[in-house]
């Protein structure tokens, strides 16, 4: 019949065709159906059939080579045909009992019939993978799987509902005979084999597992279910340790990548091994981890003598890194808005338990180097948190381990004070850490002092420690720990009222527009060029839980307020003398200002630096009383402590500036000014005028004299010649050519001495030389600079370090 | 400074000069002084105010004589805005012509140097030591340059100063290579780029009798009823002109210019220093090449090949070359010689100012 003559009553038979299903009728309603339905999935349904044929033929005459030809893929979006799977089932049996026959008689197969032998192996191992459950049905339940094959043929339009209904059951199936698998210990491998672990075999299991690991066809899921199984087996200790010192890297390896984290099941798996394997070795002190070990361990249980220690090797503290790096990882991953994020977060008092746990241990233990890689870690949990967190989680602690032995470094007592715990951890790593870690130490402790308001004494530890001098040197996550350092000290600052300290701390980290990448708290979008990828992936990884994060608008909302203080009388005192206006203390505010005053209509201030501005204009016209309502509009000041005080202080000192912004501008219209009256204007007691003015007067910005008798500031007018003006200026010019001159001078000696050196000797101990006399002149310059403007250059150095070695990378 | 003598009397102390002068026909001696006559002097003067403040130029004509240079004539140079190819050609023409003109009346017409008109000392520039290059080369040495000072010359005394090359730039020059290497070999500073000659100003006899007749005012004139006795001064005789105490102008002035050399100045260092940074980098690359090479020939000595050659490392690396270090030796040239003229002109000023002080008491 053909198509065309079908084509009209199509409709008819079809429907008559679904009718006659149950019937199991005729043949013709069959090859009907089949001719109707005539898609995709006949043709290829066909075209398997045919291919399942020369492959049986092939496999009675051993033609490999035609079998591998033969194995077509018949998937399509349709279910998996009981036909494939029972030819790809019997053609593995088939071809290992054929790889058996070829080890018997190799020389009997050619080169072309060996290749397809092997890649056949390799690929029909990759499909089994593939339809696992399916193949296991089958070989366990051939006939069943026979009657449904005959099903298919009778009724293919069910096809696809039958194997998925079925793969559904079969599915069940499985789980269930796994399940009884797991309880009678008795798996079905492979071969039809019974895998049975006991305490006995233990070690050779234990043996082959580990040297299949790493290796590319390792399923290391399966690895990781038979070593939590070899757990359970394990009788003694010494067996569990070695479980668990397998069981836990295996864990950490299941996920390949390293940007995506640990599942969070697997990780809460992995944190109770290990405190299951602390448990152990604080129960069995004669075991002991450690990162080296003479003798290589044997398959057996060792004899100890009682009052020996034994020695196994592995490194706990690398698993108590690896999982505070997952746990990292994790909270990176997350969104932070989500209950996601905080039901994660509250893992981390089970973190610092463990690693308390950890640092417990290796101090019985005397492993210095692991203690204070596990004191950093507890620290770097630490010091960002305020008091009363830091209290609970440590009162959490103690519970959790109320009678354990207590840290000798740290002991009960003194954990109920944030500050005696910090100061107790960082002196630990300033005694016993390798520089690096001193390093870091450091910098916690100085964010902590910040952080408690405490200015000078993380002043003074930041300048004694000359941390500044060679920050630019160590790894970018120290480089990022700096700058938040930094960030914070300034605000420690801010709440102190030191605007001007504050803003010198801020400046380097504000003043870039990069704030962001500084303090990794997000990738910033690169406007004209695009970062490598590698590099954004590197960026990506540094990134900070959201839960440390600096609040960004705060910071710039401080920021711009101490610029605001400090620009708005500096633009006073400028006048309109063109090189003064050039002294620019922040380039960010003016920036901004400028914007802001080049606008034609401005509306009401909507954000954080709406409202500055404003109030800097207001300040600049000398209405104080309008800039402090625009100051203290802002809504950003609650996220600060004492947000009343800072307030009250921000006031004062918007009055104390505007006084100085009004004498800079209107001293020249005047010869005297009343202090009594200076005094109403900007309401400050008339104690502070007079010390404003003295000071301003004793720093040479005013050029006036205090009358005492009549209360009065006499102005004295004087404005430089032109010839005075030129003359400061050939000074200012003549300092910088003999400086340049000097530096020129310098390299030219270094140079020639460079020359002069290598005719000698033509060695390398020169260079050094060099280099210490190089580094000898910047120290002594650095220190030069540090004379003329104490604080400011000195905290900014790892910032510009960090940006060069962006400019380095990119 | 003697380049500064005001128009004195002549000083007889070249009498004996003329009896040796029909010896040095092959002008062995070198140039020791320069002589200008009285009418060169006033010559330059006129030419040099009347186009003030742009400079100029003009042509000495005269004869060295046993190591002094007589300048007895000059005649300037059309106006220096010669910018054109054309008009540079008619400049070489005119002088030419004006020479051949100058022949024909039967005038002195022996080339001997040039003059140029400056504006507060600022005369080292590039076109001036071209031009006095070509004239020292092609008159054996014996050429000056004389500089003529306007604006100083108004403040306080006559400037007019004779200058040649020093034997040094001119080797240098000659060269032209101005490396720090060459100038250590011609033993080259700043100081030493210029010789200063001094200058004697001469009048014949019959000036110098006006000018004497000048002095003794009264003889010269009548008396009369109408004039003042007081009023009427001899315009010789002292008079309190540089007493003036007007002195912001010229400072500012002075320290103006410094200030643009100093600049200058700076940016030349910068490109020193860039260039010395630049040949720091390159060696450190070559040393990184030779230790490799180094190491290479351990490793193929051990292996019993051949040790590679060093030198070719020397061959594929180049040194960048120096900037030529004539600029910065002429600004600072510059800059001696406004610090000088500050010098000069501050220690008298002050001198008026206390004695302005006293008498304001």
């Given at each position: 019949?053909?198509?065309?003559?079908?084509?009209?009553?199509?409709?008819?038979?079809?429907?008559?065709?679904?009718?006659?299903?149950?019937?199991?009728?005729?043949?013709?309603?069959?090859?009907?159906?089949?001719?109707?339905?005539?898609?995709?999935?006949?043709?290829?349904?066909?075209?398997?059939?045919?291919?399942?044929?020369?492959?049986?033929?092939?496999?009675?005459?051993?033609?490999?080579?035609?079998?591998?030809?033969?194995?077509?893929?018949?998937?399509?979006?349709?279910?998996?045909?009981?036909?494939?799977?029972?030819?790809?089932?019997?053609?593995?049996?088939?071809?290992?009992?054929?790889?058996?026959?070829?080890?018997?008689?190799?020389?009997?197969?050619?080169?072309?019939?060996?290749?397809?032998?092997?890649?056949?192996?390799?690929?029909?191992?990759?499909?089994?993978?593939?339809?696992?459950?399916?193949?296991?049905?089958?070989?366990?339940?051939?006939?069943?799987?026979?009657?449904?094959?005959?099903?298919?043929?009778?009724?293919?339009?069910?096809?696809?509902?039958?194997?998925?209904?079925?793969?559904?059951?079969?599915?069940?199936?499985?789980?269930?005979?796994?399940?009884?698998?797991?309880?009678?210990?008795?798996?079905?491998?492979?071969?039809?084999?019974?895998?049975?672990?006991?305490?006995?075999?233990?070690?050779?299991?234990?043996?082959?597992?580990?040297?299949?690991?790493?290796?590319?066809?390792?399923?290391?899921?399966?690895?990781?279910?038979?070593?939590?199984?070899?757990?359970?087996?394990?009788?003694?200790?010494?067996?569990?340790?070695?479980?668990?010192?397998?069981?836990?890297?295996?864990?950490?390896?299941?996920?390949?990548?390293?940007?995506?984290?640990?599942?969070?099941?697997?990780?809460?798996?992995?944190?109770?091994?290990?405190?299951?394997?602390?448990?152990?070795?604080?129960?069995?002190?004669?075991?002991?981890?450690?990162?080296?070990?003479?003798?290589?361990?044997?398959?057996?249980?060792?004899?100890?003598?009682?009052?020996?220690?034994?020695?196994?090797?592995?490194?706990?503290?690398?698993?108590?890194?690896?999982?505070?790096?997952?746990?990292?990882?994790?909270?990176?991953?997350?969104?932070?808005?989500?209950?996601?994020?905080?039901?994660?977060?509250?893992?981390?008092?089970?973190?610092?338990?463990?690693?308390?746990?950890?640092?417990?241990?290796?101090?019985?233990?005397?492993?210095?180097?692991?203690?204070?890689?596990?004191?950093?870690?507890?620290?770097?949990?630490?010091?960002?948190?305020?008091?009363?967190?830091?209290?609970?989680?440590?009162?959490?602690?103690?519970?959790?381990?109320?009678?354990?032995?207590?840290?000798?470094i740290t002991p009960s007592e003194i954990t109920q004070d944030s500050s005696v715990l910090i100061r107790a951890l960082c002196v630990y790593l300033y005694k016993n850490g390798e520089s690096l870690l001193r390093t870091r130490a450091m910098l916690c402790h100085i964010y902590h002092h910040a952080l408690h308001n405490r200015f000078y004494t993380a002043r003074d530890m930041l300048l004694m420690s000359h941390l500044q001098d060679n920050i630019q040197l160590s790894d970018v996550g120290t480089q990022i720990l700096h700058n938040r350092t930094m960030v914070q000290v300034g605000l420690c600052a801010f709440r102190e009222g030191m605007i001007k300290e504050s803003q010198s701390c801020l400046?380097?980290?504000?003043?870039?527009?990069?704030?962001?990448?500084?303090?990794?708290?997000?990738?910033?979008?690169?406007?004209?060029?695009?970062?490598?990828?590698?590099?954004?992936?590197?960026?990506?990884?540094?990134?900070?839980?959201?839960?440390?994060?600096?609040?960004?608008?705060?910071?710039?909302?401080?920021?711009?307020?101490?610029?605001?203080?400090?620009?708005?009388?500096?633009?006073?005192?400028?006048?309109?003398?063109?090189?003064?206006?050039?002294?620019?203390?922040?380039?960010?505010?003016?920036?901004?200002?400028?914007?802001?005053?080049?606008?034609?209509?401005?509306?009401?201030?909507?954000?954080?630096?709406?409202?500055?501005?404003?109030?800097?204009?207001?300040?600049?016209?000398?209405?104080?009383?309008?800039?402090?309502?625009?100051?203290?509009?802002?809504?950003?000041?609650?996220?600060?402590?004492?947000?009343?005080?800072?307030?009250?202080?921000?006031?004062?000192?918007?009055?104390?500036?505007?006084?100085?912004?009004?004498?800079?501008?209107?001293?020249?219209?005047?010869?005297?000014?009343?202090?009594?009256?200076?005094?109403?204007?900007?309401?400050?007691?008339?104690?502070?005028?007079?010390?404003?003015?003295?000071?301003?007067?004793?720093?040479?910005?005013?050029?006036?004299?205090?009358?005492?008798?009549?209360?009065?500031?006499?102005?004295?007018?004087?404005?430089?010649?032109?010839?005075?003006?030129?003359?400061?200026?050939?000074?200012?010019?003549?300092?910088?050519?003999?400086?340049?001159?000097?530096?020129?001078?310098?390299?030219?000696?270094?140079?020639?001495?460079?020359?002069?050196?290598?005719?000698?000797?033509?060695?390398?101990?020169?260079?050094?030389?060099?280099?210490?006399?190089?580094?000898?002149?910047?120290?002594?310059?650095?220190?030069?600079?540090?004379?003329?403007?104490?604080?400011?250059?000195?905290?900014?150095?790892?910032?510009?370090?960090?940006?060069?070695?962006?400019r380095y990378r990119s | 400074m003697s380049a500064s003598g005001t128009p004195t009397t002549p000083k007889e102390t070249l009498s004996n000069v003329n009896v040796t002068a029909a010896l040095d026909v092959e002008g062995n001696f070198p140039l020791e002084s320069v002589q200008i006559d009285g009418l060169v002097v006033l010559k330059i003067i006129k030419h040099c105010r009347e186009f003030f403040p742009s400079p100029v130029t003009g042509q000495l004509l005269g004869l060295d004589v046993n190591g002094v240079l007589e300048v007895t004539n000059c005649f300037p140079f059309p106006g220096a805005k010669a910018e054109d190819e054309n008009e540079l050609v008619d400049g070489a023409r005119y002088?030419?012509?004006?020479?051949?003109?100058?022949?024909?009346?039967?005038?002195?017409?022996?080339?001997?140097?040039?003059?140029?008109?400056?504006?507060?000392?600022?005369?080292?520039?590039?076109?001036?030591?071209?031009?006095?290059?070509?004239?020292?080369?092609?008159?054996?040495?014996?050429?000056?340059?004389?500089?003529?000072?306007?604006?100083?010359?108004?403040?306080?005394?006559?400037?007019?100063?004779?200058?040649?090359?020093?034997?040094?730039?001119?080797?240098?020059?000659?060269?032209?290579?101005?490396?720090?290497?060459?100038?250590?070999?011609?033993?080259?500073?700043?100081?030493?780029?210029?010789?200063?000659?001094?200058?004697?100003?001469?009048?014949?006899?019959?000036?110098?009798?006006?000018?004497?007749?000048?002095?003794?005012?009264?003889?010269?004139?009548?008396?009369?009823?109408?004039?003042?006795?007081?009023?009427?001064?001899?315009?010789?005789?002292?008079?309190?002109?540089?007493?003036?105490?007007?002195?912001?102008?010229?400072?500012?002035?002075?320290?103006?210019?410094?200030?643009?050399?100093?600049?200058?100045?700076?940016?030349?260092?910068?490109?020193?220093?860039?260039?010395?940074?630049?040949?720091?980098?390159?060696?450190?690359?070559?040393?990184?090449?030779?230790?490799?090479?180094?190491?290479?020939?351990?490793?193929?000595?051990?292996?019993?090949?051949?040790?590679?050659?060093?030198?070719?490392?020397?061959?594929?690396?180049?040194?960048?070359?120096?900037?030529?270090?004539?600029?910065?030796?002429?600004?600072?040239?510059?800059?001696?010689?406004?610090?000088?003229?500050?010098?000069?002109?501050?220690?008298?000023?002050?001198?008026?100012?206390?004695?302005?002080?006293?008498?304001?008491?």
């Amino acid at each position: 019949m053909s198509r065309f003559f079908r084509a009209k009553p199509a409709s008819g038979i079809a429907a008559k065709s679904r009718f006659l299903k149950d019937v199991s009728d005729s043949e013709e309603s069959d090859s009907d159906e089949k001719r109707e339905v005539k898609s995709a999935k006949d043709k290829k349904l066909d075209a398997l059939e045919l291919s399942v044929k020369t492959i049986e033929n092939a496999k009675k005459i051993n033609e490999w080579v035609a079998i591998q030809n033969g194995n077509a893929k018949p998937l399509g979006t349709f279910g998996i045909p009981r036909i494939y799977i029972k030819t790809i089932a019997s053609l593995e049996d088939f071809l290992n009992e054929s790889l058996q026959k070829e080890k018997e008689a190799k020389k009997k197969m050619n080169a072309t019939q060996a290749k397809a032998l092997n890649s056949m192996k390799n690929k029909i191992k990759k499909i089994i993978r593939q339809f696992e459950d399916e193949v296991g049905k089958w070989r366990q339940n051939p006939i069943l799987t026979e009657d449904e094959e005959i099903e298919d043929d009778e009724d293919l339009g069910e096809f696809v509902k039958s194997t998925k209904k079925s793969s559904i059951k079969k599915n069940n199936e499985l789980y269930a005979t796994e399940f009884n698998d797991e309880e009678g210990f008795e798996q079905v491998g492979k071969g039809n084999k019974p895998i049975e672990y006991t305490s006995e075999n233990l070690f050779k299991k234990l043996r082959e597992i580990m040297e299949a690991r790493g290796k590319k066809n390792t399923d290391r899921l399966e690895q990781i279910k038979i070593l939590q199984k070899l757990l359970g087996v394990a009788a003694t200790p010494y067996q569990k340790i070695r479980v668990l010192l397998a069981l836990i890297p295996a864990q950490f390896d299941y996920n390949p990548s390293m940007s995506n984290y640990m599942n969070v099941d697997m990780w809460k798996n992995t944190q109770e091994e290990i405190k299951q394997l602390l448990t152990i070795l604080e129960t069995n002190p004669h075991f002991i981890i450690r990162e080296y070990v003479e003798e290589e361990v044997e398959d057996k249980e060792p004899v100890i003598e009682s009052g020996q220690t034994f020695g196994i090797r592995g490194s706990i503290v690398s698993f108590i890194d690896r999982l505070d790096d997952e746990f990292i990882k994790s909270l990176q991953n997350i969104d932070p808005h989500t209950t996601d994020y905080v039901d994660r977060l509250k893992d981390e008092t089970e973190l610092y338990a463990t690693i308390v746990r950890g640092q417990i241990h290796f101090e019985k233990n005397e492993l210095n180097e692991s203690t204070s890689r596990v004191v950093m870690r507890r620290l770097e949990h630490l010091y960002y948190k305020p008091d009363q967190v830091i209290q609970t989680v440590e009162n959490t602690v103690n519970l959790l381990y109320p009678s354990g032995v207590s840290s000798s470094i740290t002991p009960s007592e003194i954990t109920q004070d944030s500050s005696v715990l910090i100061r107790a951890l960082c002196v630990y790593l300033y005694k016993n850490g390798e520089s690096l870690l001193r390093t870091r130490a450091m910098l916690c402790h100085i964010y902590h002092h910040a952080l408690h308001n405490r200015f000078y004494t993380a002043r003074d530890m930041l300048l004694m420690s000359h941390l500044q001098d060679n920050i630019q040197l160590s790894d970018v996550g120290t480089q990022i720990l700096h700058n938040r350092t930094m960030v914070q000290v300034g605000l420690c600052a801010f709440r102190e009222g030191m605007i001007k300290e504050s803003q010198s701390c801020l400046q380097e980290i504000c003043g870039t527009g990069r704030v962001k990448e500084l303090l990794a708290q997000g990738l910033q979008i690169q406007k004209y060029s695009q970062l490598p990828p590698e590099q954004e992936k590197l960026d990506r990884q540094r990134q900070l839980p959201f839960h440390m994060h600096i609040n960004l608008e705060l910071l710039e909302c401080a920021y711009l307020t101490c610029s605001m203080l400090l620009e708005i009388p500096a633009m006073a005192a400028a006048g309109s003398n063109p090189e003064a206006r050039k002294k620019v203390i922040s380039k960010p505010f003016r920036r901004m200002l400028d914007y802001n005053e080049r606008q034609v209509f401005s509306g009401p201030p909507e954000n954080t630096r709406d409202h500055i501005m404003g109030a800097a204009k207001a300040l600049a016209a000398g209405e104080w009383q309008k800039c402090q309502e625009l100051i203290g509009a802002i809504k950003i000041w609650d996220l600060m402590p004492e947000t009343q005080k800072i307030k009250e202080m921000l006031n004062r000192k918007i009055q104390e500036e505007g006084l100085r912004t009004y004498l800079f501008t209107y001293s020249s219209y005047y010869t005297t000014f009343g202090l009594e009256q200076l005094s109403t204007m900007f309401s400050l007691p008339l104690n502070t005028v007079t010390s404003i003015v003295s000071k301003m007067i004793w720093n040479e910005e005013l050029a006036a004299s205090l009358d005492q008798i009549n209360n009065v500031v006499v102005l004295h007018r004087v404005e430089p010649t032109k010839v005075q003006q030129l003359s400061l200026m050939f000074a200012e010019k003549a300092f910088s050519f003999v400086e340049a001159n000097e530096r020129t001078l310098e390299q030219k000696q270094l140079s020639g001495q460079n020359q002069r050196d290598q005719q000698r000797q033509k060695g390398q101990s020169n260079q050094q030389q060099n280099t210490e006399k190089r580094t000898t002149y910047q120290k002594r310059d650095g220190q030069q600079q540090r004379g003329r403007n104490n604080f400011n250059n000195v905290l900014g150095n790892s910032v510009r370090g960090r940006t060069q070695q962006n400019r380095y990378r990119s | 400074m003697s380049a500064s003598g005001t128009p004195t009397t002549p000083k007889e102390t070249l009498s004996n000069v003329n009896v040796t002068a029909a010896l040095d026909v092959e002008g062995n001696f070198p140039l020791e002084s320069v002589q200008i006559d009285g009418l060169v002097v006033l010559k330059i003067i006129k030419h040099c105010r009347e186009f003030f403040p742009s400079p100029v130029t003009g042509q000495l004509l005269g004869l060295d004589v046993n190591g002094v240079l007589e300048v007895t004539n000059c005649f300037p140079f059309p106006g220096a805005k010669a910018e054109d190819e054309n008009e540079l050609v008619d400049g070489a023409r005119y002088q030419v012509d004006m020479m051949r003109c100058l022949r024909e009346v039967n005038v002195d017409n022996n080339t001997v140097g040039w003059y140029q008109s400056t504006y507060l000392g600022s005369f080292v520039t590039h076109k001036l030591i071209e031009t006095q290059y070509n004239y020292q080369q092609t008159f054996n040495n014996k050429s000056v340059v004389i500089v003529h000072d306007v604006s100083r010359s108004t403040h306080s005394n006559l400037s007019l100063r004779a200058f040649r090359f020093s034997q040094a730039f001119m080797e240098a020059q000659k060269e032209d290579k101005f490396t720090t290497e060459s100038l250590i070999k011609n033993k080259l500073t700043f100081s030493n780029i210029f010789e200063e000659l001094p200058i004697t100003v001469k009048n014949s006899h019959l000036v110098t009798a006006l000018l004497h007749s000048l002095d003794d005012y009264e003889h010269v004139i009548p008396k009369s009823a109408s004039l003042d006795k007081e009023k009427v001064v001899s315009p010789l005789s002292p008079n309190f002109d540089t007493l003036e105490l007007s002195l912001d102008p010229y400072i500012e002035k002075n320290l103006e210019f410094l200030l643009e050399s100093v600049e200058e100045h700076t940016q030349e260092q910068n490109t020193y220093a860039f260039w010395q940074r630049s040949v720091a980098r390159e060696q450190t690359k070559i040393q990184v090449a030779l230790q490799k090479r180094k190491q290479e020939n351990v490793s193929r000595l051990a292996s019993g090949l051949e040790p590679l050659p060093e030198d070719d490392i020397h061959k594929n690396h180049k040194l960048p070359a120096e900037p030529s270090r004539l600029d910065s030796l002429l600004i600072t040239s510059q800059i001696n010689n406004y610090c000088k003229q500050l010098n000069q002109y501050s220690g008298p000023t002050l001198g008026k100012l206390f004695i302005s002080g006293e008498l304001q008491k």
